[in-house]
């Protein structure tokens, strides 16, 4: 569970669900994830680019708070437990394969606009 910049909350865990509320927590909106997987963890950057990670080794991003994502492209997916933002801007990945650095990690059409 996390907020977004916009100060959206935002919560996922088991077949890849995740559920986004604009309004602290008085209404839900189911967001599609295209995953059948668990979430496992996310964040947020520090360009307001929302990133979640799956246990099959999926990176989902969204540029609209939340409201939508698409799938990063990885080199080597790994089962992922828990990622951050490196102060260059990298994405370090941590997982049952260890440590996975992912340099310019979002591309330009991932996950809506706002």
Known sequence: VFNTPEEAVLIF???G???RSGDRGESWQ???TGVPVSV???TVLADGTVVLTTQAGVVLASRD???SFAPIPLEAPS???DLTQAADGSLVL???RGVT???NPIPAEAGGRE
């Open 13 to 15: 865990g088991l077949r």
């Open 17 to 19: 669900n995740a559920f």
């Open 30 to 32: 189911r967001i599609e």
């Open 40 to 42: 496992t963890a996310g």
């Open 65 to 67: 708070q939340g409201k």
């Open 79 to 81: 089962p992922f437990a």
């Open 94 to 96: 941590v997982g049952l």
């Open 101 to 103: 650095r992912v340099a």
